[in-house]
C-alpha cells in the first residue's frame, strides 16, 4: 500500500479542548439539536432535543460541537444501537476527527482572523458555511473562498480553514466518513494533524 505518515501512539496523553459548554464561544446563535424516532405504534415522533455541547481549543478561537456520530456502515437504529453508540463514543473524549468505520456531524466556530493548521484526515468530508465566509487553502497554494451556502468536497487532501475577517466569527457544518486509505504516487494519505493541538488521532 506504500508508505505511511506516522501518527502519534493513540494512548499517548491528548491535551483536550480548553473548556466545554452548552454556550458557544463566539457571538453566532446557540444551535439545538432534534433526533427522531417511533413510538409504540410506528409514528415518528421527536426522540429528544437539546442544545449542542461545545469543546473550544487554541485559546478560544476555534470551537466544535458533534451532535452525532454513527460508528458503523450502514448504521443500525434498531432498539436505538446508533443513539447508544453515539454516547459511548462521546463518553470516551477520544474522538478524533473521523470515527473510524463511521461518521461524525461537526459545526466548528472561526473566530475572527483565525488560521487554524494544514492538515489531512482519512476520509470523505462535507463542509458547508452556515455563517460568514471561509477561505479553504490547499497545499499546493490554491485558496478559495467559500461564502455562506458553499459547499466543499474534501476527499482526504492536505487544507486549512482561515476566517479573513478579522471583525466576524465563521460557522462551518462537517459531515466526515471514514473512507478507504488513498494512496498517491505510491504514498499512503494518511492521517497528518500537522500542528494542531488538543486533538486525539482518528485511529483509522
Known amino acids: 500500500m506504500g508508505d505511511k505518515p506516522t501518527t502519534p501512539n493513540a494512548d499517548a496523553a491528548i491535551p483536550g479542548p480548553d473548556s466545554i459548554s452548552t454556550e458557544p464561544i463566539s457571538n453566532l446563535p446557540q444551535l439545538t439539536r432534534f433526533i427522531t424516532g417511533h413510538n409504540a405504534e410506528g409514528k415518528a415522533v421527536v426522540h429528544s432535543h437539546g442544545p ?54 461537526r459545526c466548528v466556530d472561526f473566530a475572527p482572523g483565525y488560521a487554524c493548521g494544514m492538515h489531512r ?51 462551518m457544518m462537517f459531515v466526515l466518513q471514514d473512507c478507504r486509505p488513498l494512496v498517491v504516487g505510491g504514498v499512503e494519505m494518511g492521517e497528518d494533524l500537522g500542528t494542531n493541538s488538543g486533538l486525539p488521532p482518528s485511529g483509522n
Not at 458533534?66 to 443500525?76: A, L, W
Not at 436505538?80 to 473510524?100: C, I
Not at 460568514?132 to 492536505?158: I, N, P, Y
Open 121 to 171: 484526515t482519512q476520509s470523505l468530508d462535507y463542509g458547508i458555511v452556515l455563517e460568514g465566509s471561509v477561505d479553504m487553502v490547499l497545499d499546493s497554494g490554491e485558496r478559495c473562498t467559500l461564502k455562506r451556502g458553499d459547499v466543499a468536497v474534501q476527499r482526504a487532501t492536505q487544507h486549512q480553514w482561515v476566517n479573513r475577517s478579522q471583525t466576524e466569527w465563521a460557522r
Open 52 to 105: 449542542f455541547t461545545w469543546a473550544s481549543y487554541a485559546d478560544n478561537n476555534l470551537a466544535f460541537a458533534v451532535p452525532y456520530t454513527t460508528s458503523t456502515f450502514p448504521p443500525d437504529l434498531n432498539d436505538d444501537a446508533d443513539l447508544a453508540a453515539h454516547e459511548r463514543v462521546v463518553a470516551t473524549g477520544r474522538l478524533g476527527l473521523v470515527n473510524p468505520r463511521g461518521t461524525v456531524l
